[in-house]
Nanobody
Framework: QVQLVESGGGLVQAGGSLRLSCAAS????????MGWYRQAPGNQREFVAA???????NYADSVKDRFTIIRDNAKKTAYLQMNSLKPEDTAVYYC?????????????????WGQGTQVTVSS
């Protein structure tokens, strides 16, 4: 089984910063793309940022120039550095990763999700 564990959420004032972490664990052979999504109350889950295994990044327009995604392949961990936070960034943030892992003894590619971490930005 593959597990993604997020940490780093919390309450911050507008203009502040937070750093989220997402660590992958399990019988992992390789971690391909890793990304962050968020879901605010009453809204659909939306894409925030992603990073390929080679380090190429992609961002939603709403977070460009404020958020930075990086990864540590040795630690199988992705980070989301969030600066200049706005109240509209308030949401539950979910980590996503495409992982090759042994599941029930068979090598499979899985699209895995973390449990989510709450980010609240006060005005």
């Amino acid at each position: 089984q593959v597990q993604l564990v997020e940490s780093g959420g919390g309450l911050v004032q507008a203009g502040g910063s937070l750093r989220l972490s997402c660590a992958a664990s399990g019988s992992i052979v390789s971690v391909n793309a890793m990304g962050w999504y968020r879901q605010a109350p009453g809204n659909q889950r939306e894409f925030v940022a992603a990073i390929s295994s080679g380090g190429s990044t992609n961002y939603a327009d709403s977070v460009k120039d404020r958020f930075t995604i990086i990864r540590d392949n040795a630690k199988k961990t992705a980070y989301l550095q969030m600066n200049s936070l706005k109240p509209e960034d308030t949401a539950v943030y979910y980590c996503n990763a495409v992982v090759k892992a042994f599941v029930n003894g068979r090598l499979r590619e899985t699209d895995s999700w973390g449990q989510g971490t709450q980010v609240t930005v006060s005005s």
